[in-house]
């Protein structure tokens, strides 16, 4: 049996039980516990058993704890795509949303329809132009319009190929001459 690397000082101990009795989240405290537990020796079955981690979530967590200390095992400020922007930004995102069309903060060459109202699309590009944020889910765009009390616009069906209504119209005029 291969000898264990992986020891902790009576200081990282404690440390590690000051961190544990401190959080408020449980995922923390289960990162601490099975590092904790690991580095006074006990065995990965019993670690497992007892904080209901696997094996390689726990060997990650040792990896994090020596190379950033408690602070590696702290659970991310934001989850997911809507840590992202602050709720300040959003507000302001609201204003802008309601203050502007997206035709007045998003190219021509950008936009994807021609609909006065705001699209997905539209709020992407306005949102990572205005604070550089771009997520990676569709839904987080719906979200915040839904938030900026903006109903969801779906790009109309036009084909591009097609002649626009007023092209079609002046052809027809110009037969009508002849």
Known sequence: MAKRHFQLTDKEIGELWQAYERAKDTREQQRWQAVRLYGEGWQVGDIKAITGCSEASLLRWARLYRKQGVAGLKSPEYGGNRGRLTKQQRAEVKLKLHQYHPQQVVAAHERRSD?????VE???????RW?????ASRTSYRTLLHECGLSVQRLSKQYRS?????????????LEKK
Do not use: L, M, N
């Open 162 to 174: 097609r002649p626009s209504a007023q092209a079609i119209a002046d052809a027809e005029a110009e």
């Open 122 to 128: 539209d709020v992407k590009i306005a949102v990572a």
């Open 131 to 135: 604070y550089g944020v771009e997520w």
């Open 115 to 119: 609909s006065p109202y705001w699209t």
